[in-house]
């Protein structure tokens, strides 16, 4: 009978050309998903490599108008942030900084302040600060040089050309905390020691330039005895102002209390002994 020839018609053919037929499908899938990654792969390495025209300057800048005379990046992550950068309004102190510069004020805020984290909370604080140095002090502009946040950044206040609020002739670096409570991190004294290093390569300051603790030049406890303790190992600190040691700054021709740009009070209106650390 015809009819088992008529069943095996529709059976797939068991040939040497099916077999072939069907390796070549197979073949060509395989193919065409190692094409498929290929270019995926080439798409991923344009993204992440840059080409001639998107070659990133070493230099950081946070804005196309940002500019800075001092270097963006001091070395080991210690970026500079500018006045633009953190949000600091057109002002300035009244004073031009005396280069090159015999001593380095260290400060901090204190005021129960505790280190700010990161480049938007820091921004925040400097902000504040300089409001209420204007506001509330009736400064010309934020009494710091340069200041130091928890991040390890250096936040530009005055800056290396104007005079701090505190004496002409010495360079203000504030740490943006409380130090009678919280001790500084080791991102904050390695920023401070890079900042130095700036200073002293552009021959910004003496050769035999001095860094001294802001209760060594005023009454105060800033900058806290936790920083204090890590000040006094430094191999730039001089210990005037203490026991058995002239007043800082007094063979340059500096005052006894160094606080150019602050009111006097008298006694009736603050006590001289007062515990009051804010610097600002």
């Known amino acids: 009978m015809n009819g088992n020839n008529n069943q095996n018609k529709l059976m797939p053919p068991n040939t040497p050309t099916g077999l072939k037929y069907e390796r070549v499908i197979v073949y060509s899938i395989i193919f065409l998903f190692i094409i498929a990654g290929m270019v995926l792969l080439f798409y991923v390495i344009y993204l992440t490599y840059p080409s001639?025209?998107?070659i990133i300057s070493r230099e950081i800048f946070f804005e196309d108008d940002s500019y800075s005379k001092?270097?963006?990046n001091l070395g080991n992550g210690h970026v500079v942030i500018d006045r633009n950068n953190w949000g600091a309004q057109n002002v300035h102190g009244p004073y031009e900084l005396t280069h090159?510069?015999?001593y380095v004020l260290i400060t901090h805020i204190g005021v129960h302040s505790e280190n700010c984290p990161d480049v938007h909370v820091c921004s925040i604080k400097m902000r504040?600060?300089?409001d209420a140095a204007i506001a509330e002090r009736n400064l010309q502009d934020i009494p710091s040089n340069f200041y130091i946040g928890g991040d390890g950044n250096v936040y530009v206040g005055r800056g290396w050309d104007t005079a701090n609020a505190y004496a002409n002739m010495s360079l203000a670096v504030c740490f943006m905390g409380d130090y009678g409570r919280y001790e500084p991190n080791d991102l904050q004294l390695s920023a401070l020691e890079h900042l130095m290093t700036y200073g002293e390569k552009n021959d910004l300051f003496t050769k035999d330039y001095k860094i001294v603790a802001h209760s060594q030049t005023r009454a105060t406890r800033s900058p806290g005895i936790k920083l204090y303790e890590k000040i006094t190992k430094l191999?730039?600190?001089y210990p005037c102002g203490q026991a058995g040691y002239e007043k800082c700054g007094v063979e340059i021709?500096?005052?006894?209390?160094?606080?150019?740009e602050y009111q006097?009070?008298?006694t009736a209106t603050k006590p001289p002994n007062s515990n009051n650390t804010q610097t600002i």
């Open 52 to 54: 001639s025209d998107k």
């Open 70 to 72: 001092s270097i963006p």
């Open 100 to 102: 090159p510069i015999p």
């Open 128 to 130: 504040t600060l300089q």
């Open 235 to 237: 191999s730039r600190w």
């Open 253 to 260: 021709g500096l005052p006894a209390v160094w606080a150019q």
């Open 264 to 266: 006097k009070t008298t």
